[in-house]
């Protein structure tokens, strides 16, 4: 009898259906980064093989405004994934008896996810719940089943993919877990094919067959794979993108380093564009703007008056410190967001005394900092992470 188990197929034909995958999105999205098209090509091709990961990441369109293009990323991808389900403000008891209730776990495709964690919508923990379950193997919801006394607990299983498309942003614990698109609306020299359902969506299963095949293939091959993570690349960040790297280390050619290249680079845009962590933003200017460090602390200036240092914040261009909620940051805002982290001795940020030409005043001390520099701020461009923040011991 002739062995007809399928295998592998080398490197360049799996890179090559990679190749025709990130071209279809191509035809009928922009989006604002190249690294953006690897990344969905990935991603498209990681839900056919979800079931060989341990986690699995969620992809975030996201926009300022409507009409950037953020539904239509979610259109090009539903014939692209293994048995999709859209979804549009569906709640969390739907979200998880649909991916329970079906022989076959589906890709969720959920559009309008701002009209759920909206300013407007309110807290919706147990929809954020279901989201951040369903991102690792194993972990499961837990419900009463059953009427009055007669009601026991079952777990129901939240492991999926997930795809979401909305405006503004999402929970941090949605977006840590996410691989994360910001999206622009298309300039007038940005041409995409119009997309029609009943003449592209067969182009699209016609691939996802592929991709389903591929996927058959490679399963063993990619299943407790720990890809090669870029440098500097750990953490969650590192359990988002493992997934796409196995994927692109499985398909070969050129998609192991576009794939790597792609992660370094969505991920620093990540942390550039993320305004839901002012702290983190007043940390980072005040290391690299108002103490000027790697310059100044050399030259002996590490410390500085509470009134110079709101002074340069506010002087700062496209930066919030001028306009928090209709006021400028003052001394009392300044010592609240800085007392939520700590110094090298793990005693809360304060201001303390500085003497100067005209007496005692208030001010900050960059040794008090140095310790937060190092654990939440991104090293500055050609240093390491560490040679930026030694500063003079603390008077």
């Known amino acids: 009898m002739t062995d007809t188990t399928p295998t592998a197929p080398p490197g360049p034909d799996a890179a090559t259906l990679l190749n025709e995958v ?94 759920i964690f909206g300013p407007k919508a309110g807290d919706n923990e147990p929809l954020r719940g279901f989201l951040n379950a369903g991102h ?30 909305g405006l503004g942003s999402l929970p941090d614990t949605i977006l840590t877990r996410s691989v994360i698109i910001r999206m622009r609306r298309r300039a007038p020299n940005e041409h995409v094919e119009p997309w029609r359902r009943r003449v592209h969506e067969p182009e699209g299963h016609a691939l996802r067959e592929r991709l389903a095949t591929w996927a058959t293939r490679v399963r063993d091959t990619v299943t407790g794979a720990f890809p090669a993570m870029p440098d500097g690349i750990t953490d969650r960040p590192a359990d988002v993108w493992e997934p796409l790297l196995a994927v692109a280390d499985a398909a070969g050619g050129a998609w192991p380093e576009r794939a790597r290249a792609a992660c370094v680079e969505l991920i620093n845009a990540a942390r550039q564009d993320d305004k839901a962590s002012l702290g983190i933003r007043l940390l980072t200017d005040l290391r690299d703007h108002v103490f000027g460090y790697r310059n100044r602390i050399r030259n002996g200036d590490d410390r500085m008056p509470t009134a110079h240092i709101l002074a340069s914040l506010h002087a700062m261009d496209e930066s919030p410190w001028a306009d928090i909620g209709g006021k400028p940051l003052d001394a009392r805002g300044l010592a609240r967001r800085l007392g939520e982290y700590v110094t090298v001795d793990n005693q809360p940020i304060k201001a303390r005394n500085i003497k100067t030409g005209d007496g005692v005043v208030k001010g900050y001390y960059a040794c008090d900092l140095t310790d937060a520099w190092t654990r939440y701020c991104p090293p500055t461009p050609g240093t390491s992470a560490t040679s930026a923040t030694t500063p003079p011991p603390c008077p």
């Not at 950037?68 to 048995?83: Q, W």
């Not at 009601?151 to 997930?162: I, K, L, M, R």
Request: glycine share 4%; proline share 6%.
């Open 136 to 165: 690792r193997r194993g972990v499961g919801m837990w419900r009463c089943v059953g009427d009055g006394s007669n009601q026991t607990v079952q777990e129901f299983p939240s492991y999926c993919a997930v795809a979401m498309a």
């Open 22 to 115: 990130e071209a279809f999105h191509r035809r009928f999205n922009v989006f604002p980064l190249e690294a953006a098209y690897v990344a969905v090509a990935l991603w498209d091709a990681h839900a056919h093989l979800i079931d060989c990961f341990d986690s699995t990441p969620r992809i975030a369109f996201l926009s300022p405004e409507p009409g950037s293009g953020k539904s239509r990323a979610l259109e090009v991808m539903e014939p692209l994934v293994p048995n999709r389900m859209v979804a549009a403000q569906a709640s969390a008891s739907a979200m998880f008896r649909a991916v329970s209730a079906t022989e076959t776990r589906p890709t969720i495709l959920f559009d309008e996810v701002d009209t």
